[in-house]
């Protein structure tokens, strides 16, 4: 499911290639959004990680709280 953003970011890494000057907001854009992917590629394999489900976020989060 593309949005608009991931058009501009793709058409930024591709004007990229070629030399064509990018806009430093875009280039910052597509920076941002590696290193987030490069986050959630590394927290994913964390093993002591346990992620939280939307539903029922209230309940699980009571539950975490209880062992801090």
Same mark, same amino acid.
């Given at each position: 499911d593309m949005c608009s953003s991931d058009l501009h970011i793709i058409a930024a890494k591709e004007m990229a290639k070629q030399g064509v000057e990018v806009d430093i907001r875009v280039a910052t854009t597509v920076a941002t959004r590696q290193y987030a992917r490069r986050q @959630? *590629? $590394?927290? *994913? !394999?964390? @093993? !002591?990680? =346990? $992620? /939280?489900?939307k539903s029922g976020l209230d309940a699980q989060l009571s539950e975490v /709280?209880? =062992?801090i």
């Amino acid at each position: 499911d593309m949005c608009s953003s991931d058009l501009h970011i793709i058409a930024a890494k591709e004007m990229a290639k070629q030399g064509v000057e990018v806009d430093i907001r875009v280039a910052t854009t597509v920076a941002t959004r590696q290193y987030a992917r490069r986050q @959630e *590629t $590394w927290f *994913t !394999r964390d @093993e !002591r990680i =346990h $992620w /939280l489900e939307k539903s029922g976020l209230d309940a699980q989060l009571s539950e975490v /709280l209880l =062992h801090i």
